[in-house]
């Protein structure tokens, strides 16, 4: 269950959360429109298109503006919906 937002550091956080969300989006909408790959989950690449998008977001994001350009995590998940497929998405509802 997600807590109400109460004081200015919930706030704050939302918003960071919010704009790592956005960058991940972004850095994935941009790797598979250079991979030309159209697939929305993992499961239906090969292990070489898994490979080169993992090059793809660490030499053109990770690299270039740090390691910790999609927050400080361990692990990130990717489910491969780039901002275009969430617009489609949305306005779909």
Same mark, same amino acid.
């Given at each position: 269950?997600?807590?109400?937002i !109460?004081?200015n550091a919930? #706030?704050?956080?939302?918003f960071?959360e919010?704009?790592h969300?956005?960058?991940?989006?972004d850095?994935?909408? *941009?790797?598979k429109? #250079?991979?030309?790959?159209?697939a929305?989950?993992?499961?239906?690449?090969g292990? %070489?298109?898994?490979?080169? *998008? %993992?090059?793809c977001?660490?030499?053109?994001? #990770?690299?270039?503006?740090?390691?910790?350009?999609?927050?400080?995590?361990d692990?990130?998940? #990717?489910?491969?919906?780039g !901002?275009?497929?969430?617009?489609?998405l949305?306005a779909?509802?």
């Amino acid at each position: 269950m997600v807590e109400k937002i !109460s004081t200015n550091a919930d #706030l704050d956080q939302y918003f960071s959360e919010r704009t790592h969300v956005q960058k991940l989006r972004d850095a994935i909408g *941009f790797c598979k429109d #250079l991979l030309e790959i159209n697939a929305v989950h993992d499961s239906r690449l090969g292990y %070489e298109e898994r490979v080169n *998008f %993992e090059k793809c977001l660490t030499e053109n994001f #990770l690299v270039k503006h740090g390691y910790d350009y999609f927050g400080k995590r361990d692990l990130i998940y #990717l489910d491969l919906y780039g !901002s275009n497929d969430v617009n489609k998405l949305r306005a779909l509802q």
